[in-house]
């Protein structure tokens, strides 16, 4: 799996144990996690007040991954919480930076 993120289609670099896994916030994507998730304004409000859980974070970012590789969702979702929330961060601002301006 490329680990470079193309930061022209709104792309980030996740980091789960050492292998870089690359964000792509597509349309698809996120239209997919809001069927999961509800609305993703509501999402975005959750987030700024501190109120995201966890099974959120990894819900959008699985469906905002570029590339699997048979990579199954349970394993993904404990690789998230080892890497913890501080790890996360910046990449779910990324991904929600993109969510309300749009782009890519």
Known sequence: MADAANPHRGEAVLSLGGQPLVLRPTFGALVAAEEELGSLFAL?????????????????????????????????????????????????????????KGGG
């Open 44 to 100: 975005v409000e959750r987030a700024s007040a501190g109120q995201l859980r966890l099974g959120e974070m990894v819900a959008l970012f699985w469906h905002a991954l570029r590339d699997r590789n048979g990579l199954e969702r349970a394993d993904f979702a404990e690789a998230v919480a080892r890497e913890g929330l501080a790890a996360c961060t910046p990449v779910l601002r990324a991904l929600i930076v993109q969510v309300l």
